[in-house]
């Protein structure tokens, strides 16, 4: 029965014909608190959902606040760890909620991020492997968010740290990991081929360029990336919708990088 719940979650986030998802993540208050775009949270999935993302990922004090009884239909991830950019620790994720609660706040998956190489490690992953655990038995498919950030780390986005990162996350159980895109076709390649499951990419900071998300979209997929986990570069857009309906374009419809701007600027 597990098995089957979790192939029916599955396409809930992800789309079940090209087997590629448009994620947004709106998690942010809890490490950088209300900022710009997610202070409305209702208005915030109201358009991304517009756009045809595919799920939002929450933590679990959001999902009634973020719920909507009308327009596009859209998946939950709720979001089981948590740290802030307050803390002398802010790579330092540990565990606020549990694969259970998230059942039964309506969730469709549930997600938990680790950094690798920090001081906190052991801690983070033996944190993993008990919702690995727990998402398995539920039936819960599980979005790892996997960095190498730390006292070890010179470059993050380094092919070599990004693929290792890629490959933790499907050897301890995640059915699909988000990483950093390492700034080409050729490098995420790599990474992607490591993994054994679906890999989709983070957005990072705010962009000053629409071409420069897309293009770094386009260059994931072309590699073999099974789609975006993207955030401020979403929720913060002028237009969160068109920016949603243009990443999907590439996502699922295979445009290219003019043709998305097109729509983004229509």
């Not at 998690?27 to 939002?56: C, F």
């Not at 740290?83 to 997600?111: M, W, Y």
């Not at 000053?208 to 260059?219: A, F, Q, T, Y």
């Amino acid at each position: 029965m597990t098995i089957i719940g979790k192939k029916i979650r599955m396409e809930r986030i992800m789309d079940r014909n090209s087997g590629r998802t448009v994620i947004v993540p709106l998690d942010h208050g809890v490490s950088v608190g209300p900022i710009d775009g997610i202070i409305d949270i209702k208005s915030a999935v109201a358009q991304i959902a517009a756009g045809g993302a595919k799920a939002i990922v929450e933590h679990k004090g959001l999902v009634g606040a973020g719920h909507r009884r009308s327009g596009a239909d859209i998946g939950l991830i709720v979001h089981l760890s948590a740290s802030t950019s307050l803390s002398p620790f802010p790579h330092s994720k540990t565990l606020v909620c549990t694969v259970e609660e998230a059942i039964r706040l309506g969730a469709d998956a549930v997600s938990i991020h680790i950094n690798i190489g920090d001081a906190q490690e052991r801690e983070m992953l033996h944190d993993f492997g008990k919702v690995s655990y727990e998402a398995r038995k539920w039936g819960m498919p599980l979005l790892a968010m996997v960095y190498p950030r730390g006292e070890k780390i010179s470059d993050e986005y380094d092919v070599n740290v990004v693929k290792h990162a890629a490959r933790l996350g499907s050897e301890m159980g995640a059915d699909i990991v988000k990483v950093s895109y390492t700034g080409s076709v050729e490098s995420f390649k790599e990474v992607v081929d490591g993994a054994t499951v679906p890999v989709v990419i983070a957005g990072g900071a705010r962009m000053s360029s629409d071409r420069d998300i897309l293009e770094m979209v386009k260059g994931s997929v072309i590699a073999g990336g099974s789609g975006v986990s993207i955030g401020r570069n979403v929720f913060q857009h002028k237009d969160p919708t068109k920016m949603v309906r243009a990443i999907s374009s590439i996502v699922f419809d295979n445009a290219d990088v003019d043709e998305a701007l097109q729509l983004l600027e229509a």
